[in-house]
């Protein structure tokens, strides 16, 4: 069970490179991408994930100057939908997620969450 925000960040990272390498379809979407996704914890520690050509580069923890999307969410909610208590999509209707991005930014934030 994740309990901090450093392992749920892990647990992302991970997550995302699972699936990018099992899905050659999520590869191509992404190929030739760069993107700052930037993880809002408005109540712990903020990080954010440089992806360049379709694949995390580099991910450093605090408040990027200009990310070209961002995700905001509570750690209790991020814990819980890592955790498998609540699920994303669930979390994003109800407003405990929330998504500022373009439509062709929606696909990394749904690949960092797993949604």
Known sequence: MIQSVEEAVK???AGFWRRYNASPDLQRKLAGKTRVIQLAIPDADSYWFHIVDGKIHDIQQ???EKPDAQVTVHKADLLAVLNGEMKAMQAYLS??????????DLLFA???LGA
């Open 11 to 13: 647990r992302m990272e």
């Open 62 to 64: 605090g408040q990027h």
């Open 95 to 104: 407003g405990k997620v929330k998504v500022r991005a373009g439509l062709s």
């Open 110 to 112: 749904k690949s960092l």
